[in-house]
């Protein structure tokens, strides 16, 4: 056996016997929000492809006009092999449409979050130990970027800013830096935070507000580039990502001209890491430009949201506060969620269980996304499967 497989086999066998164990699936993506697994069409409600854009002629026309002009790789970092003029323009774009006097693409959002927050919260640079205030559903990339810096966390109740103002009350007379961390939408829930609440309370109590607009992006918001910009940006920075709603790959930060200066310097997912491909900055780029004509595909999204919220929410499913296109089944144990999630792709959907360590605690569901190219009668028969397997 090579070398320290038992220990690997033994972990994986204990997450087999918890129900816990995860797999990578081969599937095909024949269109938009359909999806064939083991020769079966389902359709896909499990995707944050909201828009169906990774299927847009204009981001393949580009990523192939960008993979031509400029070749399929980046070949190092930015620091290294250079700065190419398209991510550069892609970067001014994505500043001026989050009114941010600078952005700063990075490779994916997982990175971003983990390495910029590591910069962020690194006490070497800070003029005392950081103290962070997060909301407890915060992704795991935040929660990965303070453990590398080994900052405290505080973690508040899930959009309550009451909890959140009595944490930053109760530890006023910390001297160090104090950060706010926060989604906009959140990634398993598709509820919204308070943001003009959170800006208010990061100025009352000079905090830097960290937002991360990653499901927002493309689909809600003033021309649809999300919900965070602006006033959110004097207090701190917003993160977004590419390769959900805007069907390609990759994440910006938005934020002042000397933090971005900063990151350049401090953050290793800059520093050290291979820079966008052209093709991916060509996707990204289309997309980004794309997002302000998209009004009637965000509407058609918002209104199968609307349905899907509504029939489950007729049928005693629980929805949370989901008032996005996110909208989760919460059915409590693993073994509920799986069950249904087994009579769902039996009726011809893909609806994905999520359970803890991503949700908490006996809140495990189907998190289900809603997308512009779903039918009504597809989400009425989704939620009659849905309904039957309860
Ligand atoms: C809120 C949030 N932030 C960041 C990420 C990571 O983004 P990416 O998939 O681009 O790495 C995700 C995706 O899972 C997310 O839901």
Redesign the pocket.
Known sequence: MPRFDEIWELELRRREEAGRLRRLRAVERPAESRIREGGRLLVDFSS?DYLGLSRHPALAERAALFAGRWGTGSGASRLVTGNLEPLEALERKVARAKGAEAALVLA??????ASVLAALLDPRTLPGEPLVFADEL??A??RQGCKTARARVLSYRHLDLDHLESLLRAHAAHAGPRFVLS?T????DGDRADVPGLIELADRYGAFLYL?D??AVGVLGEDGYGLAGGEALRAGLV?G????ALGA???FVACSRRLRDFLVNRCSGIVYSTALPPPVIGAADAAWDLVPALDAERKRLHENARHLRARLSAAGVDVGRSSTQIVPAILGSDERAIRVATALREAGFLGLPIRPPTVPEGTSRIRLSASAHHQLAEIDRLVDALVAAL
Do not use: I, L
């Open positions: 944050n994916s959002g997982w990175q971003a979050n915060c992704h990339s935040m989604e939408v959140f990634s398993m991360d990653a499901h993160v990502t590419f390769g959900k790959f990759g994440a």
